[in-house]
T-cell receptor
């Protein structure tokens, strides 16, 4: 069965600092991988996705993620965090675009 | 603009009442989903539908019902059998080549 872990429940960074949110998955084949962001009281917005090809994918809002098959990871990164990035971030995995499994989420706080 | 529209944004339910949450889409997605979100528990799948007039139970379907009479609409009814309905409910449409598009959610509170 597919599963997704996000080891960090809550991360706090200072504005302008770099960010890396971790995501590990368990899946037998090459998965479809996604990162979503959720602001308080809102729905989830797609940041980026990986289906195949270049393992470094660029997303919206200056985010990128790297697929590492050997580590079963799909970590999300941003070189310089803005206060508006404070939100909850969800990693998700699916098999060929079906049967999505979401991670538990990582809450990001940004210090001024 | 295309999207998923959920209404109302806030809903209050008295004990023993059924309430219906609306979800409409104009993205032409075949597949639609309902998730429940509680603090610290991520997203849990309630029901999903891959075609009109067909739907499947998710992980926490007890106390909920859905219908899919037309492609654009996937309403969720929270019945009186759902003992702890206070939560944030998210509807989503899905296309394999893109992933999910979520609505902005409905917050249901029991009063």
């Amino acid at each position: 069965a597919q599963s997704v872990t996000q080891p960090d429940i809550h991360i706090t960074v200072s504005e302008g600092a770099s960010l890396e949110l971790r995501c590990n998955y368990s899946y037998g084949a090459t998965p479809y991988l996604f990162w979503y962001v959720q602001s308080p009281g809102q729905g989830l917005q797609l940041l980026l996705k990986y289906f195949s090809g270049d393992t470094l994918v660029q997303g919206i809002k200056g985010f990128e993620a790297e697929f590492k098959r050997s580590q079963s990871s799909f970590n999300l990164r941003k070189p310089s965090v803005h206060w508006s990035d404070a939100a909850e971030y969800f990693c998700a995995v699916s098999s060929y675009g079906q049967n999505f499994v979401f991670g538990p989420g990582t809450r990001l706080s940004v210090l001024p | 603009d295309g999207g998923i529209t959920q209404s109302p944004k806030y809903l209050f339910r008295k004990e023993g009442q059924n309430v219906t949450l609306s979800c409409e889409q104009n993205l032409n997605h075949d597949a639609m989903y309902w998730y429940r979100q509680d603090p610290g528990q991520g997203l849990r799948l309630i029901y999903y539908s891959q075609i009109v007039n067909d739907f499947q139970k998710g992980d926490i379907a007890e106390g909920y019902s859905v219908s899919r009479e037309k492609k654009e609409s996937f309403p969720l009814t929270v019945t009186s059998a759902q003992k702890n309905p206070t939560a944030f409910y998210l509807c989503a449409g899905m296309r394999r080549s893109y992933g999910y598009t979520f609505g902005s959610g409905t917050r249901l509170t029991v009063v």
